[in-house]
């Protein structure tokens, strides 16, 4: 069974930073990795939203509202995918959640979900 775990959440004033993790793991010692992934975000009482998406090849794409803002990226060993978000502003605050197809020796390919990490912009 792979897990998707966010960390890097937190609370930040409005035009600060912070940089989000999304690490894959297995307890079987299988060989796997991520392929793509998504950022999305949910605020209260707001559905959830796509934030930024990167390929296996590390082709990146982003909403509108964060472009220029925030960076997707791959992490070495294809298990980690990052959100650099810059210039953050109170609209920004949210619960932020991956989801990634993760490939696996055993289990093949399957799409998964992190639990999800809080991020507050204070303005």
């Known amino acids: 069974q792979v897990r998707l775990e966010e960390s890097g959440g937190g609370l930040v004033q409005a035009g600060g930073s912070l940089r989000l993790s999304c690490e894959a793991s297995?307890?079987?010692?299988?060989?796997?990795?991520?392929?793509?992934a998504d950022w999305y975000r949910q605020a209260p009482g707001k559905q959830r939203e796509l934030v930024a998406s990167i390929t296996r090849s590390g082709s990146a794409d982003y909403a509108d509202f964060v472009k220029g803002r925030f960076t997707i990226s791959r992490g070495n060993f294809d298990i980690t995918v990052y959100l650099q978000m810059n210039s953050l502003e109170s609209e920004d605050t949210a619960v932020y959640y991956c989801?990634?197809?993760?490939?696996?020796?055993?289990?093949?390919?399957?799409?998964?979900w992190g639990q999800g990490t809080q991020v507050t912009v204070s303005s």
């Open positions: 989801n990634a197809d993760v490939w696996h020796a055993v289990t093949g390919t399957r799409n998964y």
């Open positions: 297995t307890t079987s010692g299988s060989v796997f990795r991520i392929t793509r």
